[in-house]
């Protein structure tokens, strides 16, 4: 029990700063990628890595 209480603290902790990192990487929003990995750490980070980068465009006059 104690385990499981420990991987579900890790994830806690580990999945919003890994799911903010890799959303700043595609030019995603990392702060809330970061709350939804916090609140669902596994789905949010199969959900981060499984998408593409966005482009930004420069605004040219």
């Keep these: 029990m104690i385990v499981l209480n420990l991987i579900f ?3 806690r ?4 700063i890994v799911c903010a990192m890799e959303a700043d990487k595609k ?7 970061g709350f939804f990995g916090f609140v ?3 789905i949010a980070m199969i959900c981060i890595f499984s ?5 930004k465009w420069k605004n040219e006059k």
């Excluded at 030019?27 to 990628?33: D, I, Q, Y």
């Excluded at 998408?51 to 482009?55: D, E, G, I």
């Design 51 to 55: 998408l593409s980068p966005l482009t």
């Design 40 to 42: 669902f750490p596994v």
């Design 13 to 16: 902790v580990i999945g919003p």
């Design 9 to 11: 603290i890790a994830l």
């Design 27 to 33: 030019n995603r929003s990392a702060g809330l990628w």
